[in-house]
C-alpha cells in the first residue's frame, strides 16, 4: 500500500537540542511539505520541495532546516533557534507541485513534538 | 494575511440533521478548493474538492458550494453522524501562483447523538 510514515509518532525534546522528524513516501511525488497545526490556528506551511535536491521555505520556516536528497524523504529539523517547538508537525505530499486537482495532498498520521 | 478563512471555529449538531460548515476567502485567483477531515492525532484525510468552474459538487453524504462573487464555500453534510464529529480543514489553491494549498483554521464538528 502506497502511503507516507511519519516516525515517530510522539518525540520528547529537551531544551537546547535538535531533532529530526522523519517523513518517508512511496507515493511516487514530486512534491513533499511540512506543515505546523497548533490549536486555533490550523495549518501553517514551514518547508516544501517541489523537487528532489530543491526546497523552499514557507510561513513559518525559521528555527526549522529541511533536506530532500531523496524523492522519497523528507526530513524536518527541528533546531535550537525555534522558540516554541511544542506542536503537531504533518509531513504531506502531491503529485505535482503546481497541480492540485483530485485529492490535492496526501497526509502522514503526524508526530507530536513536546519540549519538557 | 489569512487568505482562507473559517470564522466559527466549533459547531454542534444533532445527529441527523445537517451540518454547514463555511470558509471564506480573499484570492480572487483561488481555481481549486478542498476540504479536509481530521481526527485528533491523525493527518487530515481528503472529503470532497471542487474546481473554480462549478458551484456544486456532491458526493453520497457530502456537498460543496462554491460562491465565486462572495468568495465563500461551504460544505453541507445531510445526515450528520456521529461518526462525522472531527476538524474539518478548507483548503484552496491557485496554479497559476504555484499551486501550493492554502488551508483555513479549521472547524470542529461535533455531531451529538
Known amino acids: 500500500d502506497g502511503g507516507i510514515t511519519q516516525s515517530p509518532k510522539y518525540l520528547f525534546r529537551k531544551e537546547g537540542q535538535n531533532v529530526t522528524l522523519s517523513c518517508e513516501q512511496n507515493?511516487?511525488?514530486?512534491?513533499m511539505y511540512w506543515y505546523r497545526q497548533d490549536p486555533g490556528q490550523g495549518l501553517r506551511l514551514i518547508y516544501y520541495?517541489?523537487?528532489?535536491?530543491?526546497?523552499q521555505k514557507g510561513d513559518i520556516a525559521e528555527g526549522y532546516s529541511v533536506s530532500r536528497e531523496k524523492k522519497e524523504s523528507f526530513p524536518l529539523t527541528v533546531t535550537s533557534a525555534q522558540k516554541n517547538p511544542t506542536a503537531f508537525y504533518l509531513c504531506?505530499?502531491?503529485?505535482?507541485?503546481?497541480?492540485?486537482?483530485?485529492?490535492?495532498?496526501?497526509f502522514g498520521s503526524g508526530t507530536r513534538l513536546t519540549v519538557v | 494575511d489569512q487568505q482562507v478563512k473559517q470564522n466559527s471555529p466549533s459547531l454542534s449538531v444533532q445527529e441527523g440533521r445537517i451540518s454547514i460548515l463555511n470558509c471564506d476567502y480573499t484570492?480572487?485567483?483561488?481555481?481549486?478548493f478542498l476540504w479536509y477531515k481530521k481526527y485528533p492525532a491523525e493527518g487530515p484525510t481528503f472529503l470532497i474538492s471542487?474546481?473554480?468552474?462549478?458551484d456544486k459538487n456532491e458526493d453520497g453524504r457530502f456537498t460543496v458550494f462554491l460562491n465565486k462573487s462572495a468568495k465563500h464555500l461551504s460544505l453541507h453534510i445531510v445526515p450528520s453522524q456521529p461518526g462525522d464529529s472531527a476538524v474539518y480543514f478548507c483548503?484552496?489553491?491557485?496554479?497559476?501562483?504555484?499551486?501550493?494549498?492554502?488551508f483555513g483554521q479549521g472547524t470542529e464538528l461535533s455531531v451529538k447523538p
Open positions: 507515493l511516487n511525488h514530486d512534491a
Open positions: 504531506a505530499s502531491s503529485i505535482d507541485f503546481r497541480r492540485q486537482e483530485g485529492n490535492g495532498y496526501t
Open positions: 483548503a484552496a489553491s491557485a496554479y497559476n501562483q504555484g499551486g501550493k494549498l492554502i
Open positions: 484570492n480572487s485567483m483561488f481555481d481549486y
Open positions: 471542487i474546481s473554480s468552474i462549478k
Open positions: 520541495s517541489q523537487i528532489v535536491n530543491d526546497f
